[in-house]
């Protein structure tokens, strides 16, 4: 296929780096398989150069933009419509770990570094990259930054947002911004770096970035508890601020029947405290999974961890607990809680919900959204898990047992959606934690947010992007 467009790309970046044929899929479609789009072509430029001239092409010829990463998030929001008009810009090529100033504690990669490749460049100069999640193997950087990712250390070092010092931003009208400045304090103007993490692709494209870096732990131990309660799993976190302060860097809540199906599809993997596999141990409500980083001694840390335990038993808020005795140990548990997405996709189709709330009202809010589910759907199961230390809940509905899930999704999701964030909003909380928002969203964003915000939104988008043609349909509908 030939077109200007494509004769024009072709020529920026070379015919092997523009698909037009042949299987597409990995590009087209999301990885939870929700949506399936065709695109014009898929783009791979190699540098940012070759982006801006992708980008200057595109908006000569009035083509919108998608832009891709790993294409590992969960709201549909960098694969293609159905179209076959857009481009797929991928970033995958962008894979260059730029500098390391280990005096700065700064580390300076592309944005299609994968994730766990950010993480070992940092470690190789004995430095540490916090940010961490489940598919850290696959996502890219700019997918991270994009979506401003949170995972399992939010708690001690924040989202991405916050591990991000500088950009390099390719704007929709192919001009290069270079924002990669590794300072933490610059006062000098609107905050252009803060603007584009979370925008989703909808202001621009993210080439590069500036990452914060820390000192290794000297030690890092794990514990996993059975509570009672969700109220006892926040006392237990208010507990462990005292006792660990800083040092607590993982705090993950996880529901019996999520564990249940890691059990049920991963039954190598031993699930403590799980003795019946339907409702848990006796008394355990909720499990809670612990992470100490010390920076003192391994002695130190568990020596604290053994305080913050012998006080959460006496006071009641933990039935059982046990600590990893080795880093193997420690990662079977980690495994335990990161494989429970796998096992809910191995179950079925379902209804995910990234929620973040106050952790003083999650208990309510999950007593109060539990029973108006089950009145609503009789024999709905909820996956109810997440990072209770900063308040988002992976709230997710599976279909009843047996049933047949793809209609359970075409009809039930609209209405379960609705009842879920309205509850989200009664306790004042947010649709959206880590996930964003996407397409799977955007039309719901409006009924949670004010109508000031949406105005405000609105008009950054005209001012940076006045063609829409960056990721439309995504963030914001109209």
């Excluded at 293609?80 to 797929?88: A, N, R």
């Excluded at 490749?117 to 991270?144: K, M, R, Y």
């Excluded at 989202?159 to 290069?176: D, I, K, S």
Aim: with cysteine; aromatic share 4%.
């Amino acid at each position: 296929m030939s077109t200007p467009l494509l004769d024009t790309l072709r020529q920026a970046l070379g015919a092997a780096h523009v698909l037009t044929e042949g299987d597409l899929s990995g590009y087209e479609r999301d990885w939870r398989q929700r949506a399936q789009g065709r695109a014009l072509a898929v783009a791979r430029p190699g540098s940012t150069e070759q982006v801006a001239a992708v980008l200057r092409a595109c908006a000569a010829h009035g083509v919108s933009v998608v832009p891709q990463g790993g294409n590992t998030g969960l709201a549909v929001g960098s694969v293609p419509d159905d179209s076959g008009g857009q481009v797929v810009l991928s970033l995958r090529r962008l894979d260059r770990v730029r500098a390391l100033d280990a005096a700065n504690l700064t580390l300076t990669v592309e944005a299609g570094c994968i994730l766990q490749n950010v993480q070992d460049a940092a470690a190789q100069a004995g430095l540490l990259f916090p940010l961490s999640l489940a598919a850290e193997g696959s996502c890219t950087i700019g997918g991270n930054l994009a979506t401003n990712a949170g995972g399992t250390q939010v708690l001690r070092y924040g989202n991405a947002r916050e591990l991000c010092l500088g950009l390099e931003v390719v704007t929709p009208q192919g001009e290069v911004w270079d924002g990669l400045s590794g300072l933490r304090k610059d006062n000098t103007g609107y905050d252009l770096r803060d603007l584009l993490i979370g925008s989703e692709g909808t202001l621009g494209v993210i080439t590069a970035a500036t990452l914060k870096l820390f000192p290794q732990p000297a030690a890092r131990l794990t514990a996993w508890a059975a509570v009672p309660s969700l109220q006892a799993a926040v006392d237990l976190l208010g507990l462990a601020h005292r006792h660990l302060g800083a040092g607590l860097t993982g705090f993950e809540v996880m529901n019996p029947f999520a564990l249940s199906l890691v059990h049920k599809h991963y039954p190598q993997q031993r699930v403590p405290f799980l003795a019946d596999t339907s409702a848990g141990s006796a008394g355990a409500a909720f499990f809670v999974l612990l992470e100490n980083s010390d920076h003192e001694s391994e002695a130190h840390a568990r020596a604290l961890f053994e305080r913050l335990l012998e006080a959460a038993l006496e006071t009641g808020c933990v039935g059982d607990a046990v600590v990893a005795e080795s880093l193997a140990q420690a990662k079977g548990l980690w495994h335990i809680r990161e494989s429970i997405p796998l096992a809910q996709a191995e179950e079925g189709l379902n209804i995910k919900h990234d929620i973040s709330l106050p952790v003083s009202r999650i208990p309510d809010f999950v007593a109060e959204t539990d029973a108006l589910l089950a009145r609503a759907i009789a024999g709905v199961r909820l996956v109810n898990f997440g990072h209770l230390g900063d308040g988002n809940l992976h709230y997710n509905v599976q279909a009843p047992e047996g049933g047949d899930a793809a209609r359970f999704l075409r009809e039930e999701e609209e209405r379960i959606n609705t009842l879920v964030f309205d509850a989200v909003a009664r306790h004042g909380g947010s649709i959206s934690a880590e996930h964003g928002i996407g397409s799977l969203k955007a039309a719901k964003l409006p009924h949670y947010k004010s109508p000031v915000a949406m105005e405000m939104m609105r008009a950054i988008k005209r001012a940076l992007d006045p063609r829409a043609m960056m990721n439309p349909g995504r963030m914001l509908t109209k």
